[in-house]
């Protein structure tokens, strides 16, 4: 089985990132198969209204999105995470969310479970509006929200690398993916 992960933030060992990363790995301890895309070494632009894909079921742009549309079809569960950028998700992870309206039609996350990771500077600084915005944009495609320890996992931190000091985040990070690989494994009959 495989497992998605997409990684928003365009900072190496960006703090979102780290946490991505330890929520996949309950998934490769028990064999499945990760695929983490990093937005920071890819071009997705935005979605440009066009409606080309309206007409043609395709997307008109071309740029590192087909990866993405791959990833959609290929997967059975993901986890999206986002530094927080005003009280959103930022605008490279926004882009990819957008630009699934080019394969709406073929419905490529309905019925798979996934997660959410927001990470911001300020303590209440939109973590959570953060994390409904993710989980608005799964249920939009159809996709089954799935809850971390509590809800999506948020965290405090700033600098490149802080939330490695923060045990308990990674823990909850670790939750957060055994979660939604039990609810996917739930859903295969595993
Ligand atoms: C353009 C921009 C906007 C930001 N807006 C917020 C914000 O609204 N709330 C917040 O708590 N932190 C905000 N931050 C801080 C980042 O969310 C914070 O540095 C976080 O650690 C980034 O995640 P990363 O380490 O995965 O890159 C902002 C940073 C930038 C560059």
Redo the contacts with the bound molecule.
Sequence with gaps: MNVLGI?????K???????LQHALRPFEEAGWEATLLRLRELTVKPCLACEHCTAHGSCALDDDMHLFYDAFRRCDALIV????????V?AHLMAVMERHYGVREKRPLAGKPGGAIA?????????ALTIDRIYTWMLSCGALCVPGELNGLT??????G??LRQEKRLRQARVLGENVMHVAERLRGT
């Design positions: 990684s928003g933030t365009p900072r060992n960006g703090n979102s990132d780290i946490l995470a986002t530094p927080v950028y005003y009280r959103n930022c990470v911001g500077r300020g303590s209440g600084g939109g973590q965290a405090v931190a700033d600098e490149p802080d939330v």
